[in-house]
T-cell receptor, first 114, second 114 residues
Framework: DTGVSQNPRHKITKRGQNVTFRCDPISEHNRLYWYRQTLGQGPEFLTYFQNEAQLEKSRLLSDRFSAERPKGSFSTLEIQRTEQGDSAMYLC????????????FGSGTRLTVV | DQQVKQNSPSLSVQEGRISILNCDYTNSMFDYFLWYKKYPAEGPTFLISISSIKDKNEDGRFTVFLNKSAKHLSLHIVPSQPGDSAVYFC?????????????FGGGTRVLVKP
C-alpha cells in the first residue's frame, strides 16, 4: 500500500466554478477524514466517514460543500460555486479505529480560487 | 475558540541541542494527544502520541510530556538534527466517542542550524 493518495495535487479555478477532489485511503483503514488548512494555521476538521457512513460534519462545511465515500473506499469532496475564501490546502487522512499510530495524511490538494 | 494553542510560532536551535515545543489545551474532554511534523508541500506526518493516563512517552529522539493538571504538553527532540527543520503541530482528541477527530494547534516552525 502506498499510503493515502490525493488528486489533484493542485487546482486553480475561477470563482463560481465547481471543483471535486479525490482521496484514496489506506485500504484497511475504515475511517476517513477531511481537513482544511490555510496559511499559518493548523488543519481544521471538516468531516469524517466510518466506512461509507458520513458521521459528522463541521459547521465550517457550508451547504456548498459535499463529501461522499461510496462503498467505503475512496472519497470525494466537492465544492460548488467556489469563493476566494475557499482557497486552502485540503487534506485527507485515514485511520483504523484507534489513535495509537495517529492518522495517515495524504499530501493534500491545494486549491486556488481566482 | 482555540482549544489547542501553540504559543511559539517559531523556534531556532543549534544542531545537537534540545528542541522543546510547547502546547496548551483548554478542553478537559481531550484524552489523547499527538504530535505531527510537516514539511512544505507534504501532508503532516505522525511523530508520537500520548494517552491521558500517562505523563510521558518516548520514541527514540522524541519524548512527549503531558501535565494534565496544567493542560499542557511538550515535545522534546534530543539531539536536534537539520532534518528536523519543519513545522510541528500538536493535536488533541476526545477519543472514540468523538470520532477520534483531531483538533490542531497553529504549529511551531523549527529551524535546526548546522
Amino acid at each position: 500500500d502506498t499510503g493515502v493518495s490525493q488528486n489533484p495535487r493542485h487546482k486553480i479555478t475561477k470563482r463560481g466554478q465547481n471543483v471535486t477532489f479525490r482521496c484514496d485511503p489506506i485500504s484497511e483503514h475504515n475511517r476517513l477524514y477531511w481537513y482544511r488548512q490555510t496559511l499559518g494555521q493548523g488543519p481544521e476538521f471538516l468531516t469524517y466517514f466510518q466506512n461509507e457512513a458520513q458521521l459528522e460534519k463541521s459547521r465550517l462545511l457550508s451547504d456548498r460543500f459535499s463529501a461522499e465515500r461510496p462503498k467505503g473506499s475512496f472519497s470525494t469532496l466537492e465544492i460548488q460555486r467556489t469563493e476566494q475564501g475557499d482557497s486552502a490546502m485540503y487534506l485527507c487522512a485515514s485511520s483504523g479505529l484507534g489513535l495509537t499510530e495517529g492518522y495517515t495524511f495524504g499530501s493534500g490538494t491545494r486549491l486556488t480560487v481566482v | 475558540d482555540q482549544q489547542v494553542k501553540q504559543n511559539s510560532p517559531s523556534l531556532s536551535v543549534q544542531e545537537g541541542r534540545i528542541s522543546i515545543l510547547n502546547c496548551d489545551y483548554t478542553n478537559s474532554m481531550f484524552d489523547y494527544f499527538l504530535w505531527y511534523k510537516k514539511y512544505p508541500a507534504e501532508g503532516p506526518t505522525f511523530l508520537i502520541s500520548i494517552s491521558s493516563i500517562k505523563d510521558k512517552n518516548e520514541d527514540g529522539r522524541f519524548t512527549v510530556f503531558l501535565n494534565k493538571s496544567a493542560k499542557h504538553l511538550s515535545l522534546h527532540i534530543v539531539p536536534s538534527q537539520p532534518g528536523d527543520s519543519a513545522v510541528y503541530f500538536c493535536a488533541a482528541s476526545a477519543g472514540v466517542a468523538a470520532g477520534n477527530k483531531l483538533t490542531f494547534g497553529g504549529g511551531t516552525r523549527v529551524l535546526v542550524k548546522p
